[in-house]
């Protein structure tokens, strides 16, 4: 194991962080999301020295860092505003922190992450010259050159427009696996995370409360926080029947199958993803592991890109995500008689002990 966060504890009154624990393979890209406030930053900021934990142990590459200097630890970190130093050129401001750790080569290093980034035509100018986006290449070409064993991100993309935070994040990208870099990413955009991350962990009020893959997290939320804030579609339902691996759900008068397992009688929230629901003018094709569902279409939203329709079941509201284009295709129109078609294996029981969390 490449990172291990071990019980960490660290109180500093208006936020804390209460028994985090999770590790990263060499080469992960974690995306910490969760409520302003909630402690990403103070976890950030511990990895790298900043603060020392009351409890708990950091450990790299087998190595115990808790106590260790942050200047030692080999962990570079970008923050939202970038840290520029404005009185350096672009050159001096990548090069600043490889000038400690080896005096020869500066120049040639400089110019091929520099390239990498695209800022090469870039060197001479100061950062108060720069566009957001030229700022935000500096400071990650700065982390990256000294080659840290974690790098640490902190909201790096939240004052781009939105054409320019896709380009950063193709970039980084490409940056980041071509050297193989491990990554802790905190975002409130979670096209970020969907974008970058192999791995998510979920902060409230200090505590982790949900850590797994991005399919774990995104498409079988542990909670209906964590699935409300992830944008899922919460239902409420009750079990009706279990049969062949499968639960048979009452959700306000239709029925839906899951693959999910729970007891009959027992009251349950149901999670769905927008974008694993699919929308029919007419009645679908279907088997055994699909379930159909005759809607309204009660509501269009515009999300830019995309759309979120609001389909009605009984008194139920699903939201769907859709393209513009499927949308043009179908025809569909505001009052229209649609069909939903969503996999048994798409749909996820949200055990009662962790409906609260």
Not at 191 to 206: F, H, Q, S
Request: aromatic share 6%; glycine share 6%.
């Amino acid at each position: 194991m490449f990172l291990e966060i071990e019980e960490l504890q660290i109180n500093l009154g208006e936020f804390y962080l209460q028994n985090i624990s999770f590790s990263l393979e060499k080469g992960d890209y974690l995306s910490i999301i969760g409520p302003t406030g909630s402690g990403k930053t103070i976890l950030l900021e511990s990895i790298i020295g900043f603060w020392s934990p009351d409890k708990g142990k950091i450990i790299i590459n087998g190595e115990d860092l808790t106590q260790e200097l942050p200047e030692r630890r080999r962990i570079g970190i970008v923050y939202q505003d970038y840290a520029l130093l404005p009185h350096f050129t672009v050159f001096k401001n990548i090069a600043y922190g490889l000038k400690k750790i080896q005096k020869q080569g500066i120049d040639e290093k400089v110019m091929a992450m520099a390239a990498s980034l695209h800022i090469d035509h870039l060197l001479h100018r100061k950062p108060d010259t720069l566009s957001g986006g030229e700022q935000q290449r500096v400071a990650l070409a700065r982390a990256l050159i000294v080659e840290p064993r974690l790098l640490l991100m902190d909201e790096p993309f939240s004052a781009l427009d939105l054409q320019t935070r896709h380009e950063a994040r193709q970039l980084l990208k490409q940056a980041i696996q071509d050297r193989g870099t491990t990554v802790i990413h905190i975002t409130h955009d979670l096209e970020d995370t969907w974008a970058l991350a192999n791995k998510v962990a979920v902060i409230k009020d200090g505590h982790l409360i949900q850590f797994g893959s991005l399919e774990e997290v995104f498409h079988r939320p542990a909670s209906q926080f964590i699935a409300t804030f992830v944008g899922v579609n919460i239902l409420n339902g009750e079990i009706i029947r279990c049969t062949d691996g499968k639960s048979n759900i009452n959700v306000n008068g239709f029925e839906l199958s899951s693959c999910d397992q729970a007891c009959v009688g027992s009251n349950v929230k149901v999670a769905i993803r927008p974008e694993n629901i699919i929308v029919f003018k007419d009645p679908p094709a279907s088997d055994a592991t699909q379930n159909v569902l005759k809607t309204t279409l009660v509501q269009i939203v515009n999300q830019g890109n995309t759309l979120m329709l609001h389909l009605k079941s009984w008194e139920t509201i699903i939201k769907v995500l859709v393209t513009h284009n499927a949308l043009g295709i179908h025809r569909l129109r505001k009052g229209d008689v649609v069909y939903a078609l969503i996999r048994q294996s798409d749909i996820r029981i949200i055990p009662v002990q962790l409906q609260n969390m």
